[in-house]
Every structure is written in C-alpha cells, then in structure tokens.
Nanobody, 127 residues
Framework: QVRLEESGGGLVQAGGSLRLFCAASGGTFSSYSMGWFRQAPGKERECVAAINWSGIITYYLDSVKGRFTISRDNAKNTVNLQMNSVIPEDAAVYYC????????????????????WGQGTQVTVSS
C-alpha cells in the first residue's frame, strides 16, 4: 500500500511560481509512474503532468507545457511539480498519484490508471 502526501500548495499571484511536493511511503517508489492531477470546482480531474519510473518519459497537459516541470527523486521517494508563470486557470486542488508499472515505453495519463492518490493540496491564484 502506497501512501502519498502532498504539500506546497497555497496562494500565488498570477505570473508567480509555486512548487508542489509529494512524498511517498509504504511501497517501492521506483516501481511506479507518478502523476500530478488537478481538479477545479465543477470540472473533471485532469492529468497535468506525469513521469515514468526512471524519469525518462514525461507528459504535460498542453496548457501547462513550458510552464510546469515534473521531477522525481527515487532515492528520496519524492515527486515534485514546479509551476511557473501561473495563471488563474491553474487554480485547483492538485493531487499526486501513483500508477503501478515500471516501463520506459508507456506513461499513464488517465485517472483510472492510477491506483494510489494523495489527499490533495489547494492552489489558489490571485489575479
């Protein structure tokens, strides 16, 4: 059983930066692809970034490309999301998620592909 705990959310001014952190415990972290999802009120939960077990493959939602960067440290069991040039549309609850699978050829991006989830951290953007 993998436990995920997010931190780093908060209030950020539009155009500013925020870094989200996710710490994993209880499993073999390097066996999982990791993703950051977000859900705004009244909207579907969407994958904004994902990274495979080795860090070789990454995925970004089109609207965050060039602004967000996902990274992981398998030695520390952490995955982070650096958010730059934040816009009001980035406001949401951000969730860290883990998908079972150790592959360099596929990266899960759909909610149902992720078995473990954190509780979420709120990101609020002031304009």
């Amino acid at each position: 059983q993998v436990r995920l705990e997010e931190s780093g959310g908060g209030l950020v001014q539009a155009g500013g930066s925020l870094r989200l952190f996710c710490a994993a415990s209880g499993g073999t972290f390097s066996s999982y692809s990791m993703g950051w999802f977000r859900q705004a009120p009244g909207k579907e939960r969407e994958c904004v970034a994902a990274i495979n077990w080795s860090g070789i493959i990454t995925y970004y939602l089109d609207s965050v490309k060039g602004r967000f960067t996902i990274s992981r440290d398998n030695a520390k069991n952490t995955v982070n999301l650096q958010m730059n040039s934040v816009i009001p549309e980035d406001a949401a609850v951000y969730y860290c998620a883990a998908a079972i699978g150790r592959t360099d050829t596929y990266l899960p991006k759909r909610r149902y592909e992720y078995a473990y989830w954190g509780q979420g951290t709120q990101v609020t953007v002031s304009s």
